[in-house]
Structures are given as C-alpha cells and as structure tokens.
C-alpha cells in the first residue's frame, strides 16, 4: 500500500534548538518525496524535493531507502519556521500522496 | 501571474443544498487536482485531471464531481452538501508531482 506516515501532529522546541520532523513511507516503486510547507494564513508550497538535495531556508532531507524515511532537519530553528509540514510522495499516475502533517512551533 | 486562484473563499451551506468550487491557473500546466484538508488527516484527493478532457477519481471522490473545462480552469460540484464535507478544499496544478496550490476554501455544511 502507498502510505506516507507521520508520527508527531505537534513538535514543539526552543528557538536555536534542532529540528527534526519525521516521516516514513511506504511505497513498491522508486520514491520521490517532497516536503511542504504551510505559513499561518499562506497557502501551501514547496519547500523541498529529495531529488535536488538542496537546502532550503536552512532545511535539509535525505532519502533513505532502507528505512524509508525522509525526516526533514535543520540545525537550528527560528521563530518563522514555526507552521503545518507535510511530507508528500508521489505515487504515480499523477497523484502524489500526502501525510497527515506536523506542526511545528519554535518558542522564544 | 496569480498562479492558483480559488472562489470563494468562504462558503456555509446547509444539508442538502449544492454548489461549485471554482479554480483557474494561468501556470499553463496540463495536471490539476482537487484536495480536502481535515485535521489530523492531511490532504486527501478528491479528484484530478491529468490533462483537458480527462479527470479520475482520488481518494474520496464520493459526494463531488469535477469538470475540467479548458486547459485553466478546473470546478468541484457538491450536489448534495452534507456535514462530512465541512472542510478546507485546495485546488492544485503542478508538474508531475510538484504541485502549486490555491489559496483555499473554507466550507461549513450546518
């Protein structure tokens, strides 16, 4: 089953602190995985994709397929990071499927 | 370029009654696709159209229909609200898996 999972609705931590949001999916094919953002207010965008290994906003990903996980990190967290992550895998067709989602919220 | 642009934003209906989720892209992608987001649940697809002339089913398709009207715009009719639609809906176009998403809209089903 085509499945993407994650595990934490709610991550709280401390400004300055890392970050590490989870996921795992389940998938037969060759994966490719994404994650995306929602700001309060904002819609929905693209903050990464696996296949670029690109960091962005300070936020990297690594695809691992033997434990099929794509967690998503940075090293140190800022206020702004604070809003809705899903983790996304596109599994064919057209149709990508997404998590149920982690907020994450920095402290000051 | 406004993207992904979604009327109305709002919308309360009571049980029964029936109404259409516009969306338009001027992104000129070929795929556009239909989305609820429920808490807890994330986002699950309703319905997509691969290219103009085409649409297939999602995950929860039951209760809506869609009408790929040209290249831009893409709607999501309700016939029959009922309270288990109350949700955000959030169209999409994107490129394979890349999606570009709307703003949103809000619905309440009383």
């Known amino acids: 089953a085509q499945r993407v999972t994650q595990p934490e609705k709610l991550l709280s931590v401390f400004k300055g602190a890392p970050v590490e949001l989870k996921c795992n999916y389940s998938y037969s094919g060759s994966p490719e995985l994404f994650w995306y953002v929602q700001y309060s207010r904002q819609r929905l965008q693209l903050l990464l994709r696996h296949i670029s290994r690109e960091s962005i906003k300070g936020f990297t990903a690594d695809l691992n397929k033997g434990e099929t996980s794509f967690h998503l990190k940075k090293p140190f967290a800022q206020e702004e990071d604070s809003a809705m992550y899903y983790c996304a895998l596109g599994a064919g067709g057209f149709k990508t499927i997404f998590g149920a989602g982690t907020r994450l919220f920095v402290k000051a | 370029n406004a993207g992904v642009t979604q009327t109305p934003k709002f919308q309360v209906l009571k049980t029964g009654q029936s109404m259409t989720l516009q969306c338009a892209q001027d992104?000129?992608?070929?795929?556009m696709y239909w989305y609820r987001q429920d808490p807890g649940m994330g986002l699950r697809l309703i319905y997509y159209s691969a290219s103009e002339g085409t649409t297939d089913k999602g995950e929860v398709p039951n209760g809506y229909n869609v009408s790929r009207l040209n290249k831009r715009e893409f709607s999501l009719r309700l016939e029959s609200a009922a309270p288990s639609q109350t949700s955000v809906y959030f169209c999409?176009?994107?490129?394979?898996?890349?999606?570009?998403f709307g703003p949103g809209t809000r619905l309440t089903v009383t």
């Open positions: 999409a176009t994107g490129l394979t898996y890349e999606q570009y």
């Open positions: 992104m000129n992608h070929n795929s």
